[in-house]
């Protein structure tokens, strides 16, 4: 066990293992102390700027449906003043603003569900059936779905000048889909649970957690408020929170983590690559190192753990700014390493 304690609020600590046959380090001088430092520092702006990038597309994408969605009403409220007064369309909005779906429709398992909602909680759950079975209710907006021989659409609809988009909305998705297809959930303010698919999920939330359970190729799970936990999965995954810890376990594939502030914890990967970075929190690793993989850890405040087999043969590259290195294993530092 690899153990990286007791770093000070402001050390920068970085863990690199190539796993390869042991090699002579490079030679040790001040300009490579100060490269390593500098490496450190790309290495924590490039984290914080892929985490910007996830916010901004998830933002941006939820502003672009509100966008559309906001177009249409406006189309249908200027269609509807040419031939209804105003009392009719008072009367008509509050006929519409409690919308319900409960229906059952034949999907294929190739297809794809995509479900929207701007403040409430999204289940998808996956059975055995060539059915999709949607569930859906909301008090204060309506509900739009679209459904097609390979195709989905579920979202929440802003209505009218009565709409508030708040969290006490109630707003809830229900949905049970074939194993194999790929789900595609996001909401503004509420969690995100998909379990069972076996597909491919993507998963994200502004406020809310977000839990992937039982998927295959690929899995992202993005929270901006709120954990990312992601469990038995065989293929790649992309897992990320600003506010919030991040959980992966049981992957058979690559995988990324990242956190702002939160702690990251890997258990069980049986992967080749794997990157972990958070910038306030600690770092927990337990898998199985491939003889040609790449695994990489970041913290800038916080401990790094590493639980690797005995078997395993590695050159590992340790650097800190402020920190203690502490290994269960023996460590043969090469001629000219720093120590």
């Given at each position: 066990?690899?153990?990286?304690?007791?770093?000070?609020?402001?050390?920068?600590?970085?863990?690199?293992?190539?796993?390869?046959?042991?090699?002579?380090?490079?030679?040790?001088?001040?300009?490579?102390?100060?490269?390593?430092?500098?490496?450190?520092?790309?290495?924590?702006?490039?984290?914080?700027?892929?985490?910007?990038?996830?916010?901004?597309?998830?933002?941006?994408?939820?502003?672009?449906?509100?966008?559309?969605?906001?177009?249409?009403?406006?189309?249908?409220?200027?269609?509807?003043?040419?031939?209804?007064?105003?009392?009719?369309?008072?009367?008509?909005?509050?006929?519409?603003?409690?919308?319900?779906?409960?229906?059952?429709?034949?999907?294929?398992?190739?297809?794809?569900?995509?479900?929207?909602?701007?403040?409430?909680?999204?289940?998808?759950?996956?059975?055995?059936?060539?059915?999709?079975?949607?569930?859906?209710?909301?008090?204060?907006?309506?509900?739009?779905?679209?459904?097609?021989?390979?195709?989905?659409?579920?979202?929440?609809?802003?209505?009218?000048?009565?709409?508030?988009?708040?969290?006490?909305?109630?707003?809830?998705?229900?949905?049970?889909?074939?194993?194999?297809?790929?789900?595609?959930?996001?909401?503004?303010?509420?969690?995100?649970?998909?379990?069972?698919?076996?597909?491919?999920?993507?998963?994200?939330?502004?406020?809310?957690?977000?839990?992937?359970?039982?998927?295959?190729?690929?899995?992202?799970?993005?929270?901006?408020?709120?954990?990312?936990?992601?469990?038995?999965?065989?293929?790649?995954?992309?897992?990320?929170?600003?506010?919030?810890?991040?959980?992966?376990?049981?992957?058979?594939?690559?995988?990324?983590?990242?956190?702002?502030?939160?702690?990251?914890?890997?258990?069980?990967?049986?992967?080749?690559?794997?990157?972990?970075?958070?910038?306030?929190?600690?770092?927990?690793?337990?898998?199985?190192m491939s003889n040609d993989g790449r695994y990489e850890f970041h913290s800038h405040s916080g401990n790094i753990e590493l639980t690797v087999p005995s078997s395993t043969s590695a050159r590992f590259s340790v650097e800190t700014f402020s920190g203690e290195?502490?290994?269960?294993?023996?460590?043969?530092?090469?001629?000219?390493?720093?120590?």
């Amino acid at each position: 066990m690899l153990r990286i304690p007791s770093l000070l609020l402001a050390s920068c600590t970085l863990v690199s293992l190539h796993v390869a046959p042991m090699s002579a380090a490079a030679q040790s001088s001040e300009r490579e102390t100060e490269r390593s430092l500098e490496r450190m520092a790309e290495q924590i702006t490039a984290a914080a700027e892929r985490m910007a990038a996830r916010v901004e597309k998830h933002a941006t994408l939820m502003a672009d449906r509100f966008e559309r969605e906001y177009e249409r009403r406006s189309k249908a409220d200027s269609k509807r003043r040419r031939s209804d007064s105003r009392n009719d369309r008072d009367d008509d909005w509050q006929q519409q603003v409690r919308s319900r779906i409960d229906t059952t429709v034949s999907f294929s398992a190739d297809g794809t569900i995509d479900l929207s909602s701007l403040s409430g909680e999204i289940i998808v759950n996956g059975w055995s059936r060539s059915e999709a079975h949607i569930k859906a209710s909301s008090d204060r907006t309506g509900l739009s779905l679209d459904i097609s021989g390979s195709r989905i659409t579920l979202e929440e609809e802003r209505r009218g000048r009565n709409w508030s988009g708040n969290r006490n909305d109630d707003t809830r998705y229900e949905v049970s889909v074939p194993r194999g297809v790929r789900v595609v959930a996001r909401t503004t303010s509420g969690e995100v649970t998909v379990k069972g698919t076996g597909g491919q999920v993507e998963a994200s939330s502004t406020s809310g957690d977000v839990t992937v359970v039982d998927a295959t190729r690929r899995v992202e799970a993005t929270s901006v408020s709120g954990d990312a936990t992601v469990r038995d999965v065989k293929g790649n995954v992309e897992a990320s929170s600003v506010s919030g810890s991040v959980e992966l376990e049981n992957i058979e594939g690559d995988a990324r983590a990242e956190s702002t502030s939160g702690d990251i914890t890997l258990t069980r990967l049986t992967s080749r690559e794997v990157e972990a970075s958070t910038t306030s929190g600690e770092v927990t690793y337990s898998g199985t190192m491939s003889n040609d993989g790449r695994y990489e850890f970041h913290s800038h405040s916080g401990n790094i753990e590493l639980t690797v087999p005995s078997s395993t043969s590695a050159r590992f590259s340790v650097e800190t700014f402020s920190g203690e290195l502490d290994s269960d294993f023996p460590i043969t530092i090469q001629p000219g390493d720093r120590t």
